[in-house]
């Protein structure tokens, strides 16, 4: 049962222009969302993240919005830089469950120059 | 700073022999975790602990087996390594209080069972 779902496995975008990823979820529980950016060799760094509260947040070149009704998130880097070339996870936690994270399969960026 | 510190990067073992990925932070967090990550896949919570001496199951424990007699360490122990554990494993922790501050990931220790 996949309650969080990155169904684009791969993007690739020109660099400056906008890269838009992608997440759906289907537990209405989850109160918390998080974007994770991952190089090869390397361990997931926190990204960006918002609160079921809120339908967006953002933070320098990234935003997130967030639509509970569709229940769906998503992530917009703009604009898009060689160096944001990586695995995108997307992931959601519900407060009943403590910290514990449900992860997406990932979406691979590849920024173009 | 170091963060979360997972040792060994890779390693190769035989069907049916055992190991201990280590994993150790240097953060005061109260919660770690670990992960396994199959190819094309999320990760996945194997196992987790809110404090010294108290862990808990997450959602695929099968196979596995954890310890937390410090704050400081929470290592992973495989006891008859099989080919569906191949994978790659992270550890991460987070303080645990709040919804402020995000999971703080290793780099990941690679594994292949042969």
């Known amino acids: 049962d996949q309650q969080v779902k990155q169904n684009s496995p791969s993007l690739s975008v020109q660099e400056g222009r906008i890269s838009i990823l992608n997440c759906d979820y289907t537990?209405?529980?989850?109160?918390?969302f998080l974007w994770y950016k991952k190089y090869p060799a390397e361990g997931p760094t926190f990204l960006i993240s918002i609160s079921s509260i809120k339908d967006k947040n953002e933070d320098g070149r990234f935003t997130v919005f967030l639509n509970k009704s569709a229940k769906h998130l998503s992530l917009h880097i703009v604009p898009s830089q060689p160096g944001d070339s990586a695995v995108y996870f997307c992931?959601?936690?519900?407060?009943?469950?403590?910290?514990?994270?449900?992860f997406g399969a990932g979406t691979i960026l590849r920024v173009k120059s | 700073n170091a963060g979360v510190t997972q040792t060994p990067k890779f390693r190769i073992l035989k069907i049916g022999q055992s190991m201990t990925l280590q994993c150790t932070q240097d953060m005061n967090h109260n919660y770690m975790y670990w992960y396994r990550q199959d190819p094309g896949m999320g990760l996945k919570l194997i196992y987790y602990s809110v404090g010294a001496g108290i862990t808990d199951k997450g959602e695929v424990p099968n196979g596995y087996n954890v310890s937390r007699s410090t704050t400081e360490d929470f290592p992973l122990r495989l006891e008859l390594a099989a080919p569906s554990q191949t994978s790659v494993y992270f550890c991460?922790?987070?303080?645990?209080?709040?919804?402020?501050?995000?999971?703080?990931f290793g780099d990941g220790t690679r594994l292949s069972i042969l």
């Open positions: 992931a959601a936690r519900n407060m009943e469950y403590g910290n514990k994270l449900v």
């Open positions: 991460a922790s987070n303080p645990g209080q709040g919804v402020r501050e995000p999971q703080h």
């Open positions: 537990n209405s529980m989850f109160d918390y």
